[in-house]
Nanobody, 115 residues
Framework: QVHVVESGGGLVQPGGSLRLSCAASGSIFSIYFMGWYRQAPGKERELVAVITSGGSTSYGDSVKGRFTISRDNAKNTVSLQMNNLRPEDTAVYYC?????????WGQGTQVTVSS
């Protein structure tokens, strides 16, 4: 059984920062991508950032220059440092772990950016 658990969400003012963390545990072999997606009310789930086992990264256009993804392969963890947060970043953030042919999701953590 595989568990993917996120932490670090919360309420922050515009311009503030938050750090999300995700840990994958259980019978997982050969994780390739680890990443973050988000879904705002009434919108589709969208890519925030992903990172490969080799450290290559990709970001959604709206977060480039503000968010940074990092990963610890030995611990099967991935983090997302979010700076200069905007109200439009408000969403449920989901951790994704891609270990082909399997794809695992966390339960999500709420991030709310509001004054």
């Amino acid at each position: 059984q595989v568990h993917v658990v996120e932490s670090g969400g919360g309420l922050v003012q515009p311009g503030g920062s938050l750090r999300l963390s995700c840990a994958a545990s259980g019978s997982i072999f050969s994780i390739y991508f680890m990443g973050w997606y988000r879904q705002a009310p009434g919108k589709e789930r969208e890519l925030v950032a992903v990172i490969t086992s080799g450290g290559s990264t990709s970001y959604g256009d709206s977060v480039k220059g503000r968010f940074t993804i990092s990963r610890d392969n030995a611990k099967n963890t991935v983090s997302l440092q979010m700076n200069n947060l905007r109200p439009e970043d408000t969403a449920v953030y989901y951790c994704n772990v891609a270990a082909p042919p399997h794809n695992y999701w966390g339960q999500g953590t709420q991030v709310t950016v509001s004054s």
